[in-house]
Protein backbone atom coordinates (compact mmCIF):
# COMPACT_ATOMS: atom_id res chain seq x y z
CA UNK A 1 0.00 0.00 0.00
CA UNK A 2 1.46 3.03 -0.75
CA UNK A 3 2.42 5.90 1.51
CA UNK A 4 -0.73 8.37 2.57
CA UNK A 5 -1.98 10.12 5.61
CA UNK A 6 -6.02 9.69 5.72
CA UNK A 7 -8.56 11.22 8.55
CA UNK A 8 -11.62 9.52 9.01
CA UNK A 9 -14.54 10.40 11.16
CA UNK A 10 -15.94 7.89 13.09
CA UNK A 11 -18.77 5.76 11.95
CA UNK A 12 -17.89 5.73 8.05
CA UNK A 13 -15.59 3.35 6.37
CA UNK A 14 -11.89 3.33 6.31
CA UNK A 15 -11.85 3.77 2.39
CA UNK A 16 -8.47 1.89 2.42
CA UNK A 17 -9.81 -0.05 -0.75
CA UNK A 18 -9.59 2.66 -3.01
CA UNK A 19 -6.59 3.47 -4.99
CA UNK A 20 -5.07 6.67 -3.56
CA UNK A 21 -1.90 6.49 -5.15
CA UNK A 22 -3.34 7.41 -8.70
CA UNK A 23 -5.73 10.29 -9.79
CA UNK A 24 -9.55 9.85 -9.55
CA UNK A 25 -9.81 9.97 -13.40
CA UNK A 26 -8.05 6.78 -13.52
CA UNK A 27 -9.92 5.20 -10.90
CA UNK A 28 -11.62 1.82 -12.33
CA UNK A 29 -12.66 0.69 -8.63
CA UNK A 30 -15.92 -1.65 -8.21
CA UNK A 31 -16.88 0.91 -5.66
CA UNK A 32 -17.14 3.91 -8.00
CA UNK A 33 -21.17 5.12 -9.04
CA UNK A 34 -22.02 7.23 -11.55
CA UNK A 35 -23.69 10.10 -10.52
CA UNK A 36 -25.43 13.39 -11.62
CA UNK A 37 -22.94 16.10 -10.74
CA UNK A 38 -22.83 20.09 -11.36
CA UNK A 39 -20.09 21.93 -12.63
CA UNK A 40 -16.53 21.76 -10.24
CA UNK A 41 -13.08 22.68 -10.71
CA UNK A 42 -11.78 19.92 -9.45
CA UNK A 43 -12.41 15.93 -10.12
CA UNK A 44 -15.42 14.89 -8.40
CA UNK A 45 -15.96 10.55 -8.22
CA UNK A 46 -18.85 9.21 -5.76
CA UNK A 47 -18.30 5.80 -4.70
CA UNK A 48 -21.02 3.28 -2.63
CA UNK A 49 -20.70 1.61 0.44
CA UNK A 50 -23.20 -0.42 2.78
CA UNK A 51 -23.60 2.73 4.80
CA UNK A 52 -24.21 5.48 1.75
CA UNK A 53 -22.65 6.81 -1.11
CA UNK A 54 -19.67 9.32 -0.91
CA UNK A 55 -18.43 11.91 -2.94
CA UNK A 56 -14.93 12.28 -3.03
CA UNK A 57 -12.95 15.38 -4.55
CA UNK A 58 -9.53 16.33 -5.53
CA UNK A 59 -7.88 19.13 -4.87
CA UNK A 60 -4.41 20.57 -3.67
CA UNK A 61 -3.11 20.21 -0.48
CA UNK A 62 -3.74 23.71 1.38
CA UNK A 63 -7.38 23.92 -0.20
CA UNK A 64 -8.30 20.36 0.73
CA UNK A 65 -7.44 21.44 4.38
CA UNK A 66 -9.35 24.37 4.55
CA UNK A 67 -12.48 23.20 2.89
CA UNK A 68 -12.24 20.28 5.93
CA UNK A 69 -11.93 22.46 8.52
CA UNK A 70 -14.11 25.11 7.44
CA UNK A 71 -16.62 22.27 6.75
CA UNK A 72 -16.19 20.79 10.29
CA UNK A 73 -17.01 23.95 11.33
CA UNK A 74 -20.33 24.14 9.46
CA UNK A 75 -21.03 20.78 10.90
CA UNK A 76 -20.60 21.76 14.65
CA UNK A 77 -23.01 25.16 14.06
CA UNK A 78 -25.72 23.04 12.25
CA UNK A 79 -25.13 25.25 9.49
CA UNK A 80 -26.50 23.92 5.73
CA UNK A 81 -23.90 22.90 4.26
CA UNK A 82 -22.40 18.76 2.77
CA UNK A 83 -20.73 17.04 5.99
CA UNK A 84 -17.35 16.10 5.73
CA UNK A 85 -16.23 12.63 6.48
CA UNK A 86 -12.35 12.68 5.77
CA UNK A 87 -9.18 13.99 4.28
CA UNK A 88 -6.50 12.30 2.29
CA UNK A 89 -3.12 13.99 2.41
CA UNK A 90 0.49 12.90 0.70
CA UNK A 91 -0.96 11.06 -2.48
CA UNK A 92 1.83 13.15 -4.24
CA UNK A 93 5.11 14.43 -3.17
CA UNK A 94 4.53 17.93 -4.30
CA UNK A 95 1.15 19.36 -2.28
CA UNK A 96 0.28 22.25 -5.07
CA UNK A 97 -1.15 19.51 -7.44
CA UNK A 98 -4.59 18.52 -7.79
CA UNK A 99 -3.75 14.72 -7.06
CA UNK A 100 -2.04 15.87 -3.63
CA UNK A 101 -5.37 15.49 -1.52
CA UNK A 102 -8.36 14.26 -1.65
CA UNK A 103 -12.21 15.56 0.60
CA UNK A 104 -14.41 12.86 1.14
CA UNK A 105 -18.42 14.17 1.85
CA UNK A 106 -21.50 12.76 2.35
CA UNK A 107 -23.62 11.91 -0.63
CA UNK A 108 -26.57 14.38 -0.26
CA UNK A 109 -29.60 12.00 -1.27
CA UNK A 110 -32.24 13.59 -3.38
CA UNK A 111 -30.09 16.61 -4.32
CA UNK A 112 -29.34 18.30 -7.73
CA UNK A 113 -27.77 21.17 -9.45
CA UNK A 114 -28.80 24.32 -10.46
CA UNK A 115 -29.09 23.55 -13.87
CA UNK A 116 -31.69 21.02 -13.29
CA UNK A 117 -33.84 23.94 -11.99
CA UNK A 118 -33.64 25.76 -15.22
CA UNK A 119 -36.90 26.29 -17.59
CA UNK A 120 -34.98 27.07 -20.71
CA UNK A 121 -32.22 29.85 -19.80
CA UNK A 122 -34.19 31.15 -17.29
CA UNK A 123 -35.79 29.79 -13.42
CA UNK A 124 -39.06 30.76 -14.85
CA UNK A 125 -41.60 29.53 -11.19
CA UNK A 126 -38.87 28.61 -9.30
CA UNK A 127 -37.36 32.43 -9.73
CA UNK A 128 -38.66 33.16 -6.25
CA UNK A 129 -37.90 30.30 -4.46
CA UNK A 130 -34.23 30.54 -5.71
CA UNK A 131 -34.22 34.11 -4.53
CA UNK A 132 -35.39 32.83 -0.84
CA UNK A 133 -32.97 29.69 -1.08
CA UNK A 134 -29.74 31.46 -1.64
CA UNK A 135 -30.23 34.78 0.62
CA UNK A 136 -31.25 32.16 3.59
CA UNK A 137 -27.92 30.44 3.24
CA UNK A 138 -26.08 33.68 3.13
CA UNK A 139 -27.64 35.05 6.35
CA UNK A 140 -27.25 31.38 7.97
CA UNK A 141 -23.65 31.07 7.02
CA UNK A 142 -22.98 34.67 7.78
CA UNK A 143 -24.64 33.92 10.95
CA UNK A 144 -22.02 31.60 12.19
CA UNK A 145 -18.95 34.06 11.39
CA UNK A 146 -18.35 32.35 7.98
CA UNK A 147 -17.08 34.26 5.07
CA UNK A 148 -16.78 32.25 2.08
CA UNK A 149 -15.61 33.96 -0.40
CA UNK A 150 -16.51 32.08 -3.42
CA UNK A 151 -20.62 32.05 -3.57
CA UNK A 152 -21.91 30.94 -7.14
CA UNK A 153 -24.40 28.64 -8.48
CA UNK A 154 -22.21 25.94 -8.75
CA UNK A 155 -21.19 25.85 -5.29
CA UNK A 156 -24.64 24.88 -3.75
CA UNK A 157 -26.61 21.78 -3.84
CA UNK A 158 -30.56 22.15 -4.16
CA UNK A 159 -33.18 20.16 -2.39
CA UNK A 160 -36.80 20.77 -2.69
CA UNK A 161 -37.97 21.52 0.89
CA UNK A 162 -42.04 21.17 0.72
CA UNK A 163 -43.20 23.96 -1.18
CA UNK A 164 -39.29 25.99 -0.76
CA UNK A 165 -35.85 24.83 -1.77
CA UNK A 166 -33.25 24.64 0.38
CA UNK A 167 -29.64 24.87 -0.64
CA UNK A 168 -26.29 23.38 0.66
CA UNK A 169 -22.98 25.10 0.61
CA UNK A 170 -20.90 22.48 -0.88
CA UNK A 171 -17.05 24.07 -1.96
CA UNK A 172 -15.71 25.97 1.34
CA UNK A 173 -11.88 25.81 0.32
CA UNK A 174 -12.12 29.82 -0.01
CA UNK A 175 -13.85 30.33 2.90
CA UNK A 176 -12.86 31.70 6.34
CA UNK A 177 -14.21 31.47 9.74
CA UNK A 178 -14.25 34.53 12.16
CA UNK A 179 -16.14 34.68 15.53
CA UNK A 180 -18.48 37.53 13.58
CA UNK A 181 -18.38 39.30 10.61
CA UNK A 182 -18.28 42.72 9.93
CA UNK A 183 -20.66 44.43 7.82
CA UNK A 184 -17.98 45.18 5.37
CA UNK A 185 -17.38 41.17 5.23
CA UNK A 186 -20.83 40.59 4.48
CA UNK A 187 -20.71 42.83 1.94
CA UNK A 188 -17.48 41.46 0.06
CA UNK A 189 -19.34 38.40 -0.16
CA UNK A 190 -22.84 39.59 -1.59
CA UNK A 191 -20.43 41.25 -3.97
CA UNK A 192 -18.57 38.05 -4.97
CA UNK A 193 -21.74 35.96 -5.14
CA UNK A 194 -23.69 39.05 -7.67
CA UNK A 195 -20.76 38.79 -9.82
CA UNK A 196 -20.24 34.98 -9.95
CA UNK A 197 -24.30 34.48 -10.15
CA UNK A 198 -24.35 37.22 -13.28
CA UNK A 199 -21.22 35.06 -14.84
CA UNK A 200 -22.99 31.48 -14.12
CA UNK A 201 -26.17 33.18 -15.57
CA UNK A 202 -24.49 34.88 -18.56
CA UNK A 203 -22.66 30.77 -19.22
CA UNK A 204 -26.00 29.83 -19.46
CA UNK A 205 -27.36 31.86 -22.24
CA UNK A 206 -24.17 31.21 -24.29
CA UNK A 207 -24.31 27.90 -24.35
CA UNK A 208 -28.14 27.85 -25.61
CA UNK A 209 -26.32 30.63 -27.89
CA UNK A 210 -28.84 33.47 -26.70
CA UNK A 211 -28.58 36.60 -25.19
CA UNK A 212 -28.41 36.73 -21.53
CA UNK A 213 -31.33 38.68 -20.24
CA UNK A 214 -31.41 41.19 -17.94
CA UNK A 215 -33.52 39.92 -14.86
CA UNK A 216 -30.80 36.76 -15.36
CA UNK A 217 -27.99 39.23 -15.20
CA UNK A 218 -29.41 40.92 -12.36
CA UNK A 219 -30.08 37.93 -9.97
CA UNK A 220 -27.58 38.47 -7.45
CA UNK A 221 -29.12 41.84 -6.97
CA UNK A 222 -32.26 40.47 -5.98
CA UNK A 223 -30.44 38.00 -3.53
CA UNK A 224 -28.84 40.66 -1.98
CA UNK A 225 -32.45 42.25 -1.56
CA UNK A 226 -33.66 39.85 0.11
CA UNK A 227 -30.67 38.88 1.87
CA UNK A 228 -30.67 42.32 3.94
CA UNK A 229 -34.60 42.00 4.40
CA UNK A 230 -33.89 38.56 6.37
CA UNK A 231 -30.94 39.74 7.75
CA UNK A 232 -32.81 43.05 9.11
CA UNK A 233 -35.32 40.70 10.33
CA UNK A 234 -33.11 38.24 11.96
CA UNK A 235 -31.02 40.24 13.73
CA UNK A 236 -32.28 43.94 14.86
CA UNK A 237 -32.52 44.80 18.21
CA UNK A 238 -36.11 45.63 19.96
CA UNK A 239 -37.13 48.07 22.02
CA UNK A 240 -39.65 47.91 24.26
CA UNK A 241 -41.14 49.36 27.74
CA UNK A 242 -39.95 47.49 30.78
CA UNK A 243 -43.50 46.80 31.55
CA UNK A 244 -44.18 44.88 28.38
CA UNK A 245 -42.05 41.78 28.94
CA UNK A 246 -44.50 39.53 27.04
CA UNK A 247 -42.88 41.25 24.13
CA UNK A 248 -39.75 39.17 24.83
CA UNK A 249 -41.87 35.71 23.68
CA UNK A 250 -43.09 37.76 21.08
CA UNK A 251 -39.77 38.30 19.62
CA UNK A 252 -38.81 34.42 20.10
CA UNK A 253 -42.04 34.07 18.40
CA UNK A 254 -41.27 35.92 15.28
CA UNK A 255 -38.29 34.23 15.23
CA UNK A 256 -39.18 30.82 15.43
CA UNK A 257 -42.51 31.45 12.87
CA UNK A 258 -39.47 31.71 10.11
CA UNK A 259 -37.82 28.59 10.77
CA UNK A 260 -34.71 30.17 13.28
CA UNK A 261 -33.99 28.73 17.03
CA UNK A 262 -33.07 31.49 19.24
CA UNK A 263 -30.04 30.44 21.29
CA UNK A 264 -29.33 33.58 23.58
CA UNK A 265 -31.34 36.85 24.81
CA UNK A 266 -29.83 39.78 25.69
CA UNK A 267 -31.53 42.15 27.97
CA UNK A 268 -30.45 45.81 28.43
CA UNK A 269 -32.20 48.18 30.59
CA UNK A 270 -32.00 52.01 28.77
CA UNK A 271 -33.97 55.33 30.08
CA UNK A 272 -33.05 54.79 33.74
CA UNK A 273 -34.67 51.09 33.36
CA UNK A 274 -37.70 52.33 32.03
CA UNK A 275 -37.44 50.26 28.61
CA UNK A 276 -35.27 47.06 27.70
CA UNK A 277 -33.61 46.80 24.47
CA UNK A 278 -33.91 43.25 23.49
CA UNK A 279 -30.98 41.44 20.89
CA UNK A 280 -31.40 37.87 20.27
CA UNK A 281 -28.60 35.40 18.69
CA UNK A 282 -30.29 32.85 16.80
CA UNK A 283 -28.49 29.31 15.90
CA UNK A 284 -29.95 27.76 12.62
CA UNK A 285 -32.93 27.53 11.13
CA UNK A 286 -34.07 24.45 12.37
CA UNK A 287 -36.88 25.05 14.46
CA UNK A 288 -39.56 23.23 12.87
CA UNK A 289 -37.40 20.21 12.37
CA UNK A 290 -36.43 20.22 15.32
CA UNK A 291 -40.20 20.40 16.77
CA UNK A 292 -40.85 17.44 14.71
CA UNK A 293 -37.70 15.35 15.75
CA UNK A 294 -38.22 16.11 19.48
CA UNK A 295 -41.89 14.83 19.29
CA UNK A 296 -42.06 11.90 16.64
CA UNK A 297 -38.31 11.42 15.90
CA UNK A 298 -38.73 11.96 12.28
CA UNK A 299 -35.99 13.20 10.05
CA UNK A 300 -37.36 16.51 7.88
CA UNK A 301 -36.00 19.45 6.36
CA UNK A 302 -37.19 22.72 7.55
CA UNK A 303 -39.79 23.45 5.01
CA UNK A 304 -40.55 19.63 5.21
CA UNK A 305 -41.68 20.00 9.10
CA UNK A 306 -43.52 22.62 9.26
CA UNK A 307 -45.88 21.14 6.71
CA UNK A 308 -45.48 17.65 8.48
CA UNK A 309 -45.90 19.38 11.60
CA UNK A 310 -49.85 20.44 10.75
CA UNK A 311 -50.75 16.87 10.03
CA UNK A 312 -49.06 15.67 13.28
CA UNK A 313 -51.30 18.60 14.81
CA UNK A 314 -55.03 17.42 12.39
CA UNK A 315 -54.23 13.56 13.89
CA UNK A 316 -53.75 14.78 17.45
CA UNK A 317 -57.06 17.10 17.17
CA UNK A 318 -59.09 14.30 15.98
CA UNK A 319 -58.12 12.00 18.43
CA UNK A 320 -59.61 10.57 21.77
CA UNK A 321 -58.22 12.68 24.36
CA UNK A 322 -55.51 10.61 26.37
CA UNK A 323 -54.14 11.43 29.83
CA UNK A 324 -50.77 10.94 28.08
CA UNK A 325 -51.46 14.10 25.97
CA UNK A 326 -49.12 14.97 23.08
CA UNK A 327 -46.34 12.29 23.38
CA UNK A 328 -49.23 9.19 23.18
CA UNK A 329 -50.63 11.24 20.19
CA UNK A 330 -47.07 11.75 18.48
CA UNK A 331 -46.55 8.03 18.52
CA UNK A 332 -49.73 7.31 17.34
CA UNK A 333 -49.34 9.41 14.11
CA UNK A 334 -46.52 8.13 13.49
CA UNK A 335 -47.26 4.43 13.85
CA UNK A 336 -50.53 5.07 11.66
CA UNK A 337 -50.34 7.62 9.67
CA UNK A 338 -46.51 8.61 8.96
CA UNK A 339 -44.93 5.13 8.25
CA UNK A 340 -47.83 3.51 6.63
CA UNK A 341 -48.07 6.82 4.30
CA UNK A 342 -44.06 6.67 3.88
CA UNK A 343 -44.29 2.91 2.70
CA UNK A 344 -47.50 3.92 0.11
CA UNK A 345 -44.44 6.16 -1.15
CA UNK A 346 -41.78 4.15 -1.51
CA UNK A 347 -43.58 1.56 -3.34
CA UNK A 348 -45.81 3.92 -5.22
CA UNK A 349 -43.12 6.79 -6.57
CA UNK A 350 -40.01 4.75 -5.49
CA UNK A 351 -37.78 7.82 -7.79
CA UNK A 352 -39.01 10.08 -5.15
CA UNK A 353 -37.62 11.56 -1.62
CA UNK A 354 -40.23 10.04 -0.04
CA UNK A 355 -40.80 12.75 2.74
CA UNK A 356 -41.05 15.25 -0.25
CA UNK A 357 -43.26 13.23 -1.74
CA UNK A 358 -45.58 12.99 1.44
CA UNK A 359 -45.07 16.50 2.05
CA UNK A 360 -46.26 17.03 -1.58
CA UNK A 361 -49.03 14.98 -1.00
CA UNK A 362 -50.58 16.84 2.01
CA UNK A 363 -50.39 19.86 0.13
CA UNK A 364 -52.19 18.16 -2.41
CA UNK A 365 -54.73 16.69 0.47
CA UNK A 366 -55.59 20.45 1.99
CA UNK A 367 -56.36 21.85 -1.55
CA UNK A 368 -58.75 18.75 -1.73
CA UNK A 369 -60.33 19.11 1.24
CA UNK A 370 -60.70 23.30 0.84
CA UNK A 371 -62.17 22.73 -2.26
CA UNK A 372 -65.02 19.57 -1.03
CA UNK A 373 -65.86 21.82 1.95
CA UNK A 374 -65.03 18.98 3.90
CA UNK A 375 -61.69 16.95 5.32
CA UNK A 376 -61.43 14.35 2.62
CA UNK A 377 -59.82 10.76 3.94
CA UNK A 378 -56.12 9.61 3.17
CA UNK A 379 -57.01 6.95 1.30
CA UNK A 380 -59.61 8.86 -1.46
CA UNK A 381 -56.39 11.57 -1.81
CA UNK A 382 -53.75 9.48 -2.13
CA UNK A 383 -55.51 7.79 -5.25
CA UNK A 384 -56.48 11.21 -6.21
CA UNK A 385 -52.91 12.63 -6.14
CA UNK A 386 -51.46 9.58 -7.87
CA UNK A 387 -54.23 9.73 -10.39
CA UNK A 388 -53.49 13.66 -10.96
CA UNK A 389 -49.85 12.66 -11.73
CA UNK A 390 -48.29 13.33 -8.00
CA UNK A 391 -48.16 17.10 -7.92
CA UNK A 392 -46.04 19.14 -5.85
CA UNK A 393 -45.37 22.54 -5.41
CA UNK A 394 -47.17 24.80 -6.60
CA UNK A 395 -50.55 23.44 -7.86
CA UNK A 396 -53.04 25.12 -9.71
CA UNK A 397 -56.04 25.96 -7.00
CA UNK A 398 -58.76 25.13 -9.76
CA UNK A 399 -58.47 20.97 -9.86
CA UNK A 400 -61.64 19.06 -7.93
CA UNK A 401 -61.54 15.04 -7.01
CA UNK A 402 -64.00 13.66 -8.75
Known amino acids: MPDFTMTVKAGHPD ?46 TKPARQDYSVLRALED ?20 M ?3 AALITRYVDFSFSYRELLEGPRFGRRRSQMLAAFATLLVELHLTGCFWGDCSLSNVLYLFDAAAIQTLMVDAETAQMHNELS ?35 TLGESIEERYHELWGQVTREVLISARERWRITERVK ?3 EIGFNVDQIDLETVDHGERLRIETVVAGRSYHAGRLRDLTGVEASEGQATQILT ?57 ASRDAGYDVDNDTAFAAWIEAGRPGYPLDDDFVIQ
Not at 17 to 39: A, C, F, N, V
Not at 332 to 359: G, H, I, K
Request: glycine share 6%.
Open 15 to 60: FLDLPWDIGLTEWDSERLIELPKGISRHEVRFVGYDSGIYAIKELP
Open 77 to 96: ADAPSVTPVGLVEARHPDPT
Open 98 to 100: EQS
Open 183 to 217: TGQRQEDLEIMKDNVAGGMADIAASLGQEVEYDDL
Open 254 to 256: ELN
Open 311 to 367: DLHHFTADAAPSSHGKALGAIRWRVEVFEPMLARMRTEVPDANPVQAFSDYLHFRYL
